[in-house]
């Protein structure tokens, strides 16, 4: 938006507040020091128009091109009526029925059916329409899944009055084999061309490949040319065909064919063929514009031409997308920025992520496209994309925040929104699909703006796992399972069943220890904790149910998200069980961002541990977390303090410390009774149970009455942060508050557990080394859209959700500057680092090899961060020899990994070696000023 600025000082980012009108900013996630809620966005209101008229499930309205008096609305069930909209309308003529062969769904259902028109540019002159619908099949009319898609041209005698049915030419048609994922939205653009989304098709999850097949028209925006006829490129001398492709999942015919033949025996399309489209000369169908799209029900053009579309999603996030000429948007392997379910790795070379996503919740759940503002009764939202969601009738504008654009909700109407009109005036109207009515957006109230997360790319993406991976997890630990049926001889296995078999021993209950609250650090959820008091090797364990706020918790369990259950196995190793809200037990679940993850991945990501997969051992190694009952200093917290764990509304703070601190004794038992190192648990278990289990024991100065440390008791801060020979008093300081302020309270959460322990000063110390004009650390925390070495930075789900916080922690992101100006001052020595790797393989060329680790990049391999992979190909395989130079204090640990990237950062492989050994590569840099160091990657 464009109603203030952003000034960056240093790492300081301050956003100019709005005004007092409700004027929106430019950064709606901060207003000067205060973030999250403070900025205001503006509100949308509604009135009724044309209230005499009332239409039978109404998707679209469109207004002649030369008439803006001139309306036509699209009914689901089949008709298009148009109207005079001036004065008060009490009819609508019917322009066009197709009640007689469109198909649409019964109630609630409503995706098949008459699914849009576009009017001929030179409308009424030409007075022709064009018609996407569900057509009953001529093969099977009896059977509601079984329908055959349409594109067809309807020509008028009247000047656009009425369209008969048998003025009908089909364009294209297709048959499908379910009766979802339609699209059908069309429209002219400024070329002229007639452009068409056509949906996947369904079932679920593309199941027929259709979204990347280049050679099927399902899962695409389409782009032709109604005002001409072409040779088929993909067809040219075949004559007997009557379809063009199959279903891959086992088919027979698809697109019907409508060409005819010329004289030289070549079959001619009923249309043209752009010349700049992908495929317009072969290698895959000609129409095609854009692929990887799962249901692009609703898009439009804004008046730049830039195409604006809502692609509705699967199970976990629903997409706003640019389509642009030949783009690939990553369906069915992606749902928006995520693995699509079971698609894990799904990496598309060259997918384009959303220009913005939301997660299926509370307002979301199957998004409408709509427009980019240009009318008058609505300036604060001129030049900002308005869209919506079915139902609820939740009404999003788009907006920027910290230089990404991410969704806000402007209100939310009484109705299921099937679609939004522009009238020639630029204001936007709503249809009710349920009531038959139409509404012109106004303007609402001004409100607090929610925030959203900016986009980053992750490790872990949503989909992490497979089913098939967790019920073969599963079958290694629960006796008896069948893993198809996730039955146990014939019954389902529940949270009920494995609470009865863990807090009991011999016949007896075993006595819990409980507790009801909130991590303000973590995901945001209630979280109703149960724990026996001690647990040991087959004895007891852990079980949480999770609530969206603290008043959903009820007796009958009706609305909470979920459970997820720990105990420790007769032989030593943690497990993991999931539970859905029903009780029963789940492969999976979705408890962050990025939606949904399988076990036993989904746990392992903050209690630590490997999983080897289906086959391999069970043997997780994975500690039980500790609970930090603390209040962090803060200077621009409430009262002074920041709270990490919230207690419940109930309980006064010292009560619930108390029961925090049992829940951490029990913890602490648990931990004591997994398998070490040397009895054959992995790599790193050691070194997650000590550095769990030592915290726990700093956090209390006192256990009767329980009293906790606060944040800058030099108890909880590691020996090796404390004075080192050399240091300077000033850096001595920045060291202690950074610790407080940053690595404790954002970092040490997984660090305590996870293979890179940031609780050695000498870890931590690399975040000091300087790309540019700022340290790593800086690179971390600052969101600054420019910075190359932010936005492709791969990030864990849990790291992200840190660093968005910190980048809202004014003194936080203080200390980290001033720790790091410390750090690389003159008096701090360093050592100037020159690296050849030589012999490394890899198996893709000509792409970025980054070594990344605690420093991410190191160093300038090049301007851009990454070497280009060059070499000689060698039993398959390239190999090649890298060099790169950097400077980094004496004395630090490096930890390295290596990856392969394209040139939008996305992973396209591992190096080999790491898929089976888990420990980072380790380089200790020598108390000298310079180094040489020549191997190959297996020495470093």
């Known amino acids: ?151 067809s041209r309807f020509t008028s005698s009247d000047r656009g009055n009425t369209f008969p049915s048998s003025s009908e030419q089909i364009l294209l048609e297709m048959d499908k084999t379910a009766d979802e994922h339609n699209a059908g939205m069309v429209g002219f653009g400024q070329d002229g061309f007639l452009y068409v989304s056509v949906g996947d098709g369904g079932p679920s999850f593309d199941k027929n490949s259709f979204g990347q097949n280049v050679n099927a028209l399902y899962g695409k925006m389409l782009r032709i040319d109604v005002h001409s006829t072409s040779v088929d490129p993909t067809d040219l001398a075949k004559t ?114 959303p220009i913005v996503e939301l997660q299926h919740g509370t307002n979301v759940n199957a998004v409408i496209g709509g427009f980019v503002y240009h009318g008058h009764d609505m300036p604060l939202l001129r030049g900002d994309y308005i869209f919506g969601n079915f139902t609820p009738g939740t009404v999003f504008g788009i907006f920027n925040e910290n230089g990404k654009k991410a969704p806000e909700v402007l209100g939310q109407l009484p109705h299921a929104i099937s679609g939004f009109a522009q009238d020639p005036d630029g204001e936007i109207y709503v249809m009710d699909l349920l009531r038959g009515g139409i509404f012109k957006l106004t303007a609402g109230t001004s409100h607090p703006a929610t925030g959203q997360a900016p986009p980053y790319k992750f490790l872990m993406r949503s989909g992490i796992g497979t089913d098939s991976g967790a019920r073969a997890y599963y079958k290694s630990i629960i006796p008896g399972l069948d893993p198809d049926t996730l039955l146990v001889n014939g019954q389902p296995f529940t949270e009920d069943r494995w609470e009865q078999q863990t807090f009991k021993s011999g016949g007896t209950t075993l006595p819990t220890v409980a507790a009801y609250y909130q991590n303000a650090l973590d995901l945001g959820f209630w979280r109703d904790m149960v724990c026996t008091a001690k647990v040991g090797r087959g004895v007891g364990g852990c079980r949480v149910r999770n609530w969206r706020n603290e008043a959903d918790k009820n007796p009958a369990l009706t609305g909470n998200l979920g459970t997820v259950t720990m105990d420790v196995s007769p032989e030593g190793f943690t497990r993991f069980y999931v539970f859905g809200p029903d009780g029963k037990l789940s492969t999976s679940a979705v408890l962050d961002s990025e939606g949904k993850k399988f076990i036993p991945e989904l746990c392992t990501t903050c209690h630590s541990g490997k999983y080897a997969g289906p086959g391999g051992s069970p043997d997780l190694g994975s500690i039980f977390r500790e609970w930090e009952p603390r209040s962090d200093l803060s200077a621009n917290a409430p009262s002074g303090q920041a709270t990490i764990l919230v207690q419940e509304s109930t309980l006064t703070r010292s009560q619930a410390q108390e029961k925090w601190a049992v829940l951490n004794d029990a913890a602490h038992t648990a931990n004591a009774a997994l398998r070490t190192e040397a009895q054959g648990a992995v790599t790193g278990t050691d070194h997650a149970i000590a550095g769990t289990n030592d915290y726990i024991d700093a956090l209390y100065s006192s256990r009767n009455p329980v009293v906790v440390r606060a944040p800058d008791d030099s108890a909880l801060m590691p020996r090796t942060w404390g004075p080192r020979t050399g240091e300077s008093a000033a850096l001595v300081n920045a060291k202690a508050n950074t610790w407080v302020t940053v690595a404790s309270r954002y970092c040490m959460g997984c660090h305590r557990s996870n293979a890179l322990d940031l609780g050695n000063y000498a870890n931590f110390q690399a975040l000091s080394s300087t790309l540019g004009d700022r340290s790593v650390l800086e690179h971390y925390i600052v969101d600054d859209p420019t910075d190359p070495t932010r936005s492709t930075t791969l990030y864990m789900p849990q790291a992200k959700l840190m660093f968005d916080r910190l980048q809202r922690d004014t003194p936080g992101r203080g200390a980290a500057r001033d720790w790091a100006n410390q750090a690389n001052s003159p008096s701090v020595p360093v050592c100037e680092v020159s690296i050849e790797i030589n012999g490394a393989a890899f198996t893709t060329p000509g792409q970025d090899l980054w070594i990344t680790g605690n420093v991410d990049v190191l160093g300038n391999w090049t301007s851009a961060g990454g070497v280009p992979l060059t070499g000689v190909l060698v039993n398959g395989q390239w190999t090649g020899v890298w060099r790169g130079k950097f400077v980094v204090p004496q004395g630090m640990n490096l930890q390295l990994k290596a990856t392969i990237l394209d040139q939008q950062g996305n992973v396209l492989q591992w190096e080999p070696d790491l898929r089976t050994n888990t420990r980072n590569r380790e380089l200790a840099i020598p108390n000298q000023t310079s180094v040489s160091l020549t191997g190959t990657w297996g020495q470093f």
């Open 1 to 151: 938006m464009r109603k203030a600025s952003v000034l960056l000082q240093a790492v300081v980012v301050v956003g100019c507040a709005g005004g007092s009108d409700g004027t929106p900013i430019t950064d709606v996630n901060c207003v000067g020091e205060k973030c999250d809620s403070n900025a205001l966005v503006p509100g949308i209101a509604e009135s009724r128009v044309f209230p005499r008229l009332t239409f039978s499930f109404p998707v679209q309205m469109v207004f002649s091109p030369k008439d803006k008096n001139r309306a036509y609305v699209v009914e689901h069930s089949g008709t298009v009526r148009t109207f005079d909209t001036s004065g008060d309308p009490d009819h609508a003529g019917i322009a066009l029925d197709l009640a007689g062969k469109v198909k649409m769904n019964a109630p609630p259902h409503f995706e098949a059916g008459l699914n849009a028109i576009a009017l001929d540019p030179s409308f009424p002159d030409v007075a022709v329409m064009y018609v996407t619908y569900d057509a009953i099949n001529p093969s099977d009319p009896n059977n509601n899944t079984r329908l055959r898609w349409r594109l």
């Open 240 to 353: 007997n065909e009557t379809f063009r492709f199959r279903a891959e999942a086992g088919g027979g015919p698809v697109m019907i064919d409508h060409d005819t033949v010329d004289g030289n025996h070549r079959r001619v399309l009923p249309y043209g063929i752009p010349s700049d489209n992908p495929f317009a000369t072969g290698g895959g169908r000609p129409e095609i514009f854009a692929t990887g799209l799962r249901n692009p029900w609703r898009w439009s053009f804004d008046t730049d031409g830039t195409i604006w579309a809502g692609d509705v999603g699967q199970d976990a996030f629903e997409e706003i997308n640019q389509i642009t000429l030949g783009g690939n948007y990553g369906w069915g392997p992606r749902e928006a920025r995520h693995c699509a379910p079971g698609r894990n790795p799904c990496d598309v070379l060259g997918s384009i992520d």
